[in-house]
Protein backbone atom coordinates (compact mmCIF):
# COMPACT_ATOMS: atom_id res chain seq x y z
CA UNK A 1 0.00 0.00 0.00
CA UNK A 2 1.57 3.17 -1.24
CA UNK A 3 1.49 6.10 1.70
CA UNK A 4 2.59 9.79 1.42
CA UNK A 5 2.79 11.62 4.79
CA UNK A 6 3.15 15.28 5.07
CA UNK A 7 4.62 17.32 7.70
CA UNK A 8 5.90 20.79 8.81
CA UNK A 9 2.96 22.89 8.29
CA UNK A 10 2.64 25.49 11.01
CA UNK A 11 1.45 29.27 12.13
CA UNK A 12 4.89 31.61 10.66
CA UNK A 13 4.82 35.04 10.38
CA UNK A 14 4.90 36.73 6.48
CA UNK A 15 8.79 36.77 6.02
CA UNK A 16 9.26 33.41 8.07
CA UNK A 17 10.34 30.02 6.87
CA UNK A 18 8.77 26.62 6.80
CA UNK A 19 10.36 23.29 5.30
CA UNK A 20 7.68 20.50 4.53
CA UNK A 21 8.22 16.90 4.46
CA UNK A 22 6.80 14.50 2.73
CA UNK A 23 7.36 10.58 3.35
CA UNK A 24 6.58 8.09 0.45
CA UNK A 25 6.41 5.02 1.44
CA UNK A 26 5.07 1.86 -0.08
CA UNK A 27 5.56 3.29 -3.84
CA UNK A 28 6.48 0.37 -6.23
CA UNK A 29 7.27 2.93 -9.58
CA UNK A 30 10.61 3.57 -10.47
CA UNK A 31 10.41 6.60 -12.41
CA UNK A 32 8.02 9.07 -11.52
CA UNK A 33 7.21 12.76 -10.35
CA UNK A 34 6.44 14.08 -6.91
CA UNK A 35 4.74 17.17 -6.68
CA UNK A 36 3.78 20.09 -3.71
CA UNK A 37 -0.38 21.08 -4.18
CA UNK A 38 -2.04 23.40 -2.05
CA UNK A 39 -5.48 24.68 -1.67
CA UNK A 40 -6.44 27.82 0.10
CA UNK A 41 -10.08 28.45 1.19
CA UNK A 42 -12.13 29.50 -1.77
CA UNK A 43 -9.77 28.50 -4.29
CA UNK A 44 -9.15 25.76 -6.02
CA UNK A 45 -6.20 23.44 -5.79
CA UNK A 46 -3.13 24.27 -7.39
CA UNK A 47 0.30 22.56 -8.25
CA UNK A 48 3.21 24.45 -6.61
CA UNK A 49 6.35 22.32 -6.99
CA UNK A 50 7.29 18.77 -8.13
CA UNK A 51 10.64 16.77 -8.75
CA UNK A 52 11.25 14.09 -10.95
CA UNK A 53 12.71 10.66 -10.37
CA UNK A 54 15.57 9.61 -10.34
CA UNK A 55 16.71 13.00 -12.83
CA UNK A 56 16.33 15.10 -10.03
CA UNK A 57 14.75 17.71 -12.45
CA UNK A 58 12.33 20.33 -10.22
CA UNK A 59 9.74 23.41 -11.43
CA UNK A 60 8.48 25.19 -9.26
CA UNK A 61 5.07 28.09 -10.31
CA UNK A 62 6.16 31.51 -11.09
CA UNK A 63 4.52 32.58 -7.59
CA UNK A 64 6.23 30.77 -5.38
CA UNK A 65 10.00 31.26 -7.56
CA UNK A 66 13.19 32.19 -5.54
CA UNK A 67 10.72 31.25 -2.42
CA UNK A 68 10.12 27.67 -2.50
CA UNK A 69 12.67 25.36 -3.22
CA UNK A 70 12.07 21.32 -3.52
CA UNK A 71 14.67 18.62 -2.86
CA UNK A 72 14.31 15.12 -1.65
CA UNK A 73 16.83 12.97 0.42
CA UNK A 74 19.44 10.56 -1.19
CA UNK A 75 16.93 7.34 -1.45
CA UNK A 76 13.73 9.69 -2.09
CA UNK A 77 12.04 8.60 1.10
CA UNK A 78 11.44 11.43 1.58
CA UNK A 79 10.52 14.89 -0.66
CA UNK A 80 10.75 18.42 1.14
CA UNK A 81 9.81 21.88 0.04
CA UNK A 82 11.73 24.69 1.79
CA UNK A 83 9.68 27.56 2.19
CA UNK A 84 11.00 31.05 2.95
CA UNK A 85 9.77 34.39 2.45
CA UNK A 86 6.50 33.59 3.25
CA UNK A 87 3.47 35.68 2.34
CA UNK A 88 -0.10 35.69 3.84
CA UNK A 89 -1.18 34.32 0.38
CA UNK A 90 0.77 30.78 0.91
CA UNK A 91 -1.71 30.58 3.64
CA UNK A 92 -3.03 27.06 2.17
CA UNK A 93 -3.29 23.14 3.25
CA UNK A 94 -0.73 21.63 1.20
CA UNK A 95 -0.38 18.47 0.12
CA UNK A 96 1.96 15.67 -1.53
CA UNK A 97 0.88 13.51 -4.65
CA UNK A 98 2.36 10.88 -6.70
CA UNK A 99 2.71 10.77 -10.09
CA UNK A 100 2.91 14.24 -11.11
CA UNK A 101 3.60 15.75 -14.45
CA UNK A 102 4.10 19.28 -15.97
CA UNK A 103 2.42 20.72 -19.07
CA UNK A 104 3.38 23.94 -20.13
CA UNK A 105 3.71 25.56 -16.62
CA UNK A 106 0.81 23.70 -15.10
CA UNK A 107 1.95 20.64 -12.65
CA UNK A 108 -1.05 17.85 -12.55
CA UNK A 109 -1.56 15.79 -10.18
CA UNK A 110 -2.57 11.83 -10.44
CA UNK A 111 -5.55 11.25 -12.34
CA UNK A 112 -8.29 9.22 -10.09
CA UNK A 113 -7.09 5.89 -9.57
CA UNK A 114 -3.81 6.48 -10.69
CA UNK A 115 -1.69 7.67 -8.15
CA UNK A 116 -2.23 9.19 -4.54
CA UNK A 117 -2.14 12.01 -2.00
CA UNK A 118 -1.23 12.51 1.32
CA UNK A 119 -3.59 13.79 4.05
CA UNK A 120 -2.09 17.73 4.66
CA UNK A 121 -0.66 19.94 6.19
CA UNK A 122 -1.58 23.53 7.52
CA UNK A 123 0.21 26.07 6.64
CA UNK A 124 -0.79 29.47 7.91
CA UNK A 125 1.49 32.99 7.39
CA UNK A 126 -0.06 35.68 9.49
CA UNK A 127 0.77 39.31 8.48
Known amino acids: EVHLVESGGGLVQAGGSLRLSCVVSGFAFADYGIGWFRQAPGKEREGVSCISKPDGTTYVIDSVKGRFTISRDNAWNTVYLQMNNLKPEDTAVYYC????????????????????WGQGTQVTVSS
Open 97 to 116: AAPVTVVGDTILGPSDGLGF
